[in-house]
C-alpha cells in the first residue's frame, strides 16, 4: 500500500480541478491583456475576473483586492518588500515571528541588508506568538507586521484577530501581512472579519495546481511592484498570467466542502490516539488543544531514533512522510520552528510530521501506524541512546 501524508507541502489536484482547467490548454489560449485586440483575448479576460471573483467572495475581499501570483513565495515577496519600499518614508521598522515560513524569513532579512530593521518575536512552546512581546515591538516606525495565519510544520493557528487588535492600538499606520497559504480553505478565513491588510494563498494545498497563489492588498494600501516586465494584474506584476493556474485556483476554492475537512479532522484524531496508543514515549509537537491546531496536521517526536531514519524506512514500506530535521533544512540542521518552540535538539530531530488530505482513508492510517510501530521499535533496538 502507498499512502501520502505530506500533504502540507503539496496535495494531489481534485479532478473537477483538471477539468476546470483543460479548456485553457486547447480552446482559450490567449492572453488577457489581448482583450482589446480580439475576441479571444476578451474570453480570457472574462475567465481571469471570474475566477478572480470566486476567490474575493471566498475570503470576503472586493475582486480588485486580489492580485494573482506564481504561488505563496511570490505574493509574500510582494506583500513584504512591496510594502517596505512603498512605506519605507514612514519607517523601516518590520516586525515578524521566530516560526514563519522561508517566504517571510528571507524576505525580511533581504530587507535588513538593505537598511531596514527586523524584529524577530518569540513563540511560546507550542508555537503561538508572543503577543506581549509582539506589543512591546511595535513602535511609530513600525511599518509592517507579518504573522501567519498557520504553521504548516506544527499546525498552530495564531490569534490573528488578537494581533491586528494589538497593532492597531500601538500603530494604526501599521499594516499587517499573514501567510494564509496552508489556512484558507481548511479553516474560515475572512479578511474583513480579521482586519489583516495583506494575506498570501496559494492553490496546490487545497487540491489545485502548483505554480498559482494570490495576494489579497486591502485597498489603499501602499505597494510598490517587485517583478517588472509588463503591466498585468492591477500593474502589480510583470509577466505572462498562469492562465490554466487561475481558472484551477478558483475552481479548488469553488468545490471546497466543509465535511472533507471534517473527515480529515476525525482521520487525524484517529492517528493519534492509535499511534500514542502502541508506541511508547512520543511528544506531540505543537499544539495538545487539538482546536487550536490545523486540522489536517499532526508532528510527533519519538525519543531514541532519527527522524531522517524514520522517514527513509517508512518511505521503503510506501509510507511518505517528513521529518523536522533534513525536510525543513538543507542540511541536518533541526527544524528552526521546532527550537524556536524551546524544545530540545534530540526532539527536533526525532520529530516526524504526519498531514493528510481528503484523500486519505482509514485503511490507510492503520497501515502508518502498523510500519511505523515496526520502523521505530527497529530503529530504538539499534539506538545507541536508548530506548530498548
Not at 517526536?301 to 531522517?308: A, H, L, M, N, T
Request: aromatic share 8%; net charge negative.
Amino acid at each position: 500500500m502507498n499512502v501520502y501524508l505530506d500533504n502540507a507541502s503539496s496535495t494531489r489536484v481534485d479532478e473537477r480541478v483538471v477539468e476546470a482547467m483543460l479548456g485553457t490548454f486547447y480552446e482559450d489560449i490567449a492572453l488577457p491583456t489581448s482583450e482589446f485586440v480580439h475576441t479571444p483575448g476578451q474570453r480570457v479576460k472574462e475567465l481571469v475576473e471570474e475566477s478572480r471573483k470566486k476567490i474575493a467572495d471566498f475570503v470576503g475581499a472586493e475582486p480588485s483586492e486580489i492580485v494573482f501570483t506564481s504561488g505563496g513565495t511570490e505574493a509574500t515577496n510582494l506583500a513584504i518588500k512591496g510594502v517596505a519600499f512603498a512605506m519605507a518614508k514612514n519607517g523601516k521598522h518590520i516586525v515578524t515571528t521566530a516560526v514563519e515560513g522561508r517566504a517571510v524569513l528571507d524576505s525580511v532579512r533581504k530587507l535588513e541588508k538593505w537598511g531596514f530593521k527586523v524584529d524577530i518575536v518569540p513563540v511560546d512552546r507550542y508555537g503561538f506568538v508572543n503577543l506581549e512581546a509582539l506589543e512591546k515591538a511595535i513602535s511609530k516606525e513600525t511599518i509592517l507586521v507579518s504573522v501567519q495565519m498557520v504553521n504548516d510544520e506544527v499546525g498552530t493557528i495564531q490569534p490573528l484577530e488578537e494581533v491586528v487588535k494589538i497593532v492597531n492600538s500601538k500603530n494604526p499606520n501599521t499594516v499587517v501581512h499573514t501567510d494564509a497559504t496552508y489556512g484558507i480553505g481548511w479553516l474560515p478565513f475572512n479578511v474583513k472579519n480579521l482586519g489583516v491588510d495583506l494575506a498570501s494563498f496559494t492553490a496546490h494545498k487545497i487540491h489545485g495546481p502548483k505554480g498559482v497563489g494570490a495576494l489579497y492588498i486591502r485597498k489603499g494600501i501602499a505597494i510598490e511592484k517587485q517583478m517588472d516586465g509588463g503591466y498585468a494584474e492591477f500593474n502589480l506584476r510583470g509577466g505572462t498570467p498562469n492562465i490554466p493556474g487561475i481558472v484551477g485556483f478558483a475552481k479548488a476554492i469553488e468545490i471546497l466542502d466543509w465535511d472533507d475537512v471534517e473527515k480529515v479532522r476525525k482521520l487525524r484524531d484517529y492517528l493519534y490516539e492509535v499511534i500514542i496508543s502502541k508506541i511508547p514515549e512520543v511528544i506531540l509537537l505543537g499544539p495538545s488543544d487539538f482546536t487550536k491546531r490545523h486540522p489536517a496536521n499532526l508532528n510527533l517526536s519519538f525519543k531514541y531514533v532519527e527522524g531522517e531514519s524514520v522517514v527513509l524506512y517508512m518511505d521503503m514500506k510506501g509510507v511518505a512522510v517528513i521529518s523536522g530535521s533534513a525536510c525543513f533544512s538543507r542540511g541536518l540542521e533541526p527544524s528552526y520552528v521546532i527550537m524556536a518552540m524551546g524544545h530540545s535538539h534530540e526532539d527536533a530531530h526525532g520529530s516526524i510530521r504526519f498531514s493528510l488530505s481528503k484523500y486519505n482513508t482509514k485503511e490507510e492510517m492503520d497501515y502508518t501506524v502498523s510500519v511505523l510501530e515496526e520502523v521505530i521499535k527497529q530503529l530504538r533496538e539499534l539506538s545507541p541512546l536508548g530506548g530498548n
